[in-house]
């Protein structure tokens, strides 16, 4: 297997990308996708897309991830698209397993949609109340288990 990565999103987090950028970023380039567009696609899906706190970043980084390893890309081809949203969602009911809920405002106790789409600032006070390093590991490490050790494995 290629060298594990979890510390790598868990790194990406801490310096400031977002969740989502984190995840996808740290894999992107495994699967076909150069650094700096992995970054620029995930940025819309951190905060639970867009700091509306629905889907978890992560998960939704994913999915993503999920669809560059081998998605579909034909329109009619029904069994590649039901393989894709099968994995989307064993990966999905693995990281509710591990956490309790795949929805951002549930993993972090907020009520409802953020008013404001401004992100906090980063400070350790922010690192300190927020758990997400952690929903960043779990999703990195679901990626590994099931997406690079099935797919990278494969084309070997």
Same mark, same amino acid.
């Given at each position: 297997?290629?060298?594990?990565?979890?510390?790598?999103?868990?790194?990406?987090?801490?310096?400031?990308? !977002?969740?989502?950028?984190?995840?996808?970023?740290?894999?992107?380039?495994?699967?076909?996708?150069?650094?700096?567009?992995?970054?620029?696609?995930?940025?819309?899906?951190?905060?639970?897309?867009?700091?509306?706190?629905?889907?978890?970043?992560?998960?939704?980084?994913?999915?993503?991830?999920?669809?560059?390893?081998?998605? !579909?890309? !034909?329109?009619?081809?029904?069994?590649?698209?039901?393989?894709?949203?099968?994995?989307?969602?064993?990966?999905?009911?693995?990281?509710?397993?591990? !956490?309790?809920?795949?929805?951002?405002?549930?993993?972090?106790?907020?009520?409802? @949609?953020?008013?404001?789409?401004?992100?906090?600032?980063?400070?350790?006070?922010?690192?300190?109340? @927020?758990?997400?390093?952690?929903?960043?590991?779990?999703?990195?490490?679901?990626?590994?288990?099931?997406?690079?050790?099935?797919?990278?494995?494969?084309?070997?």
């Amino acid at each position: 297997m290629t060298e594990s990565r979890v510390e790598e999103a868990v790194r990406l987090f801490e310096s400031g990308f !977002n969740c989502a950028q984190s995840v996808f970023a740290a894999y992107a380039d495994i699967f076909g996708m150069d650094k700096e567009a992995a970054l620029k696609l995930a940025s819309p899906m951190g905060a639970g897309m867009g700091r509306m706190r629905e889907v978890c970043g992560t998960v939704s980084a994913m999915a993503l991830l999920s669809g560059l390893a081998d998605g !579909n890309s !034909n329109p009619e081809d029904d069994v590649k698209k039901t393989e894709v949203y099968q994995r989307v969602r064993d990966m999905s009911d693995e990281f509710a397993a591990a !956490n309790g809920s795949i929805i951002c405002r549930e993993l972090l106790g907020i009520l409802g @949609r953020e008013k404001s789409a401004r992100p906090g600032k980063r400070t350790e006070e922010y690192y300190a109340k @927020r758990p997400c390093a952690k929903f960043v590991r779990c999703a990195a490490e679901i990626v590994e288990k099931t997406l690079v050790k099935e797919f990278v494995q494969e084309k070997s």
